[in-house]
Every structure is written in structure tokens, then in C-alpha cells.
């Protein structure tokens, strides 16, 4: 259980055309979806935090406009990427948490990411 | 006062060798420490967790030690295979901050034949 999946597992864009990246928990209800960025060699990134039904919680220095995120469901995210730059390419990962008998809403399941390459 | 420190930064073990990950703290809310594991391209796998309320935990090779006065807690990687490298993360979160992770910077794990 708990398994996490995304689509796509790659995209290449040209600059100023946007992304969407779905992140879907196939197994349970997901209360809480979190969006990360990842660089090379690199910790992740947290971006946002959503959950059903309710606007997102961006962290500091990201901006909710380029990068919307939408949870219209317990089993879906989306993240789109608008205007993507080049400066964008990144790994992108979703995580998901859940109910108790999933360890609690502490634990995250990760997606096994998406890699933007924006040219 | 959310930083997770994690050390080394990178460590080479020798097959059937023990690897240890060291893990601090700073936020003394935190109630939710767990492990990722993860390959190039792939998302984290949760490997193992622990909670303040227990000094170690154990699931198969992998060991979690906690020390709550000292703020640390490290993960041993007993019998390391080659199949074991990889980077890993360590994590604290506090149940009412929605289980928010503040991550370490990882460890790049190389276990040679």
C-alpha cells in the first residue's frame, strides 16, 4: 500500500509553455499533498503544501502565480509549472500523507518524480 | 530553529561493512523522525521512523538510534550491500505543522564489492 504515483516521469518544454504535473495517491485518500523541488546533489525543497478542497500553502520565496497548485481531489494534486524558463528545470517530487493506518499523517509517501527540462 | 544537520556528506563502506548516518536537531517540537532512501531519478522511500518515546528502533539491517537529551539520531545500515547505495535523508516534523518535513542535507552512500 501507500504507493504514489506522478505523470509524467519527464517532459521537455520550450520556454513560455506551461507544464502540468499530476500527482496521484493510488491507494488511500491522501488529506495532505506537498510539492518539492529538487536540484542536483541536493535536499529537497519543500514548494507548497495542500490540502483538499483548500488553497495551497506556498513557502517563502515561491511564487503562487508560476506555480499553481491545484488538489480538487484526496487522490490527485496538480502542479503547472506557467511560463516555464529554463531556470525552472528541475526535478519535481510530490509526496502524499494520510489516514493513521497509513502510520499517521506524519508519514509522507513520496511520487517518484518528474523531470522538467525546460529549453 | 527547523534545521535537521546531517553528516557525512558522503561515506564509503565496504560490503558487509556498517554504515552510520548522523542526524541533529534544533527544534525540540519535533515528534517524528524518519529515514528516506533515495536512487538517482527516483522519489524518497521511506525506509524507517521513530518517535521520541523510544531509544532505538530496528527493522531488519537498518537501525535507528535516538538520543533525545543530545538531539541526534542516527541510522546504521548493518551487512551494507552494494544495493544500498544510494543517498539518504534524514527528517524531523511536529504532528500539529500538518507533518511538514524539514529534511537534512543527505548523505551519498557508495557500498564497494
Known amino acids: 500500500g501507500a504507493v504514489v504515483s506522478q505523470h509524467p516521469s519527464w517532459v521537455i518544454c520550450k520556454s513560455g509553455t506551461s507544464v502540468k504535473i499530476e500527482c496521484r495517491s493510488l491507494?488511500?485518500?491522501?488529506?495532505?499533498m506537498f510539492w518539492y523541488r529538487q536540484f542536483p546533489k541536493q535536499s529537497l525543497m519543500l514548494m507548497a503544501t495542500?490540502?483538499?478542497?483548500?488553497?495551497?500553502?506556498?513557502e517563502q520565496g515561491v511564487e503562487k502565480d508560476k506555480f499553481l497548485i491545484n488538489h480538487a481531489s484526496l487522490t490527485l494534486s496538480t502542479l503547472t509549472v506557467t511560463s516555464a524558463h529554463p531556470e525552472d528545470s528541475s526535478f519535481y517530487i510530490c509526496?502524499?500523507?494520510?489516514?493513521?493506518?497509513?502510520?499517521?499523517?506524519?508519514?509522507?509517501?513520496f511520487g517518484p518524480g518528474t523531470r522538467l527540462t525546460v529549453l | 530553529q527547523q534545521q535537521v544537520k546531517q553528516s557525512p556528506q558522503s561515506l564509503i563502506v565496504q560490503k558487509g561493512g556498517i554504515s552510520i548516518i548522523n542526524c541533529a536537531y534544533e527544534?525540540?517540537?519535533?515528534?517524528?523522525f524518519p529515514w528516506y532512501q533515495q536512487f538517482p531519478g527516483k522519489g524518497p522511500a521511506l525506509l524507517i521512523a521513530?518517535?521520541?518515546?523510544?531509544s532505538e528502533k530496528k527493522e531488519g539491517r537498518f537501525t535507528i538510534s535516538f538520543n533525545k537529551s543530545a538531539k541526534q539520531f542516527s541510522l546504521h545500515i548493518m551487512d551494507s550491500q552494494p544495493g544500498d547505495s544510494a543517498t539518504y535523508f534524514c527528517?524531523?516534523?511536529?504532528?500539529?505543522?500538518?507533518?511538514?518535513?524539514?529534511f537534512g542535507e543527505g548523505t551519498q552512500l557508495t557500498v564497494n564489492p
Open positions: 509526496s502524499a500523507s494520510g489516514s493513521l493506518s497509513l502510520g499517521g499523517t506524519d508519514t509522507q509517501y
Open positions: 491507494d488511500f485518500q491522501a488529506t495532505t
Open positions: 495542500s490540502n483538499e478542497g483548500s488553497k495551497a500553502t506556498y
Open positions: 527544534n525540540t517540537a519535533f515528534d517524528y
Open positions: 521513530i518517535r521520541p518515546d523510544v
Open positions: 527528517a524531523g516534523s511536529k504532528e500539529t505543522s500538518g507533518s511538514r518535513l524539514t
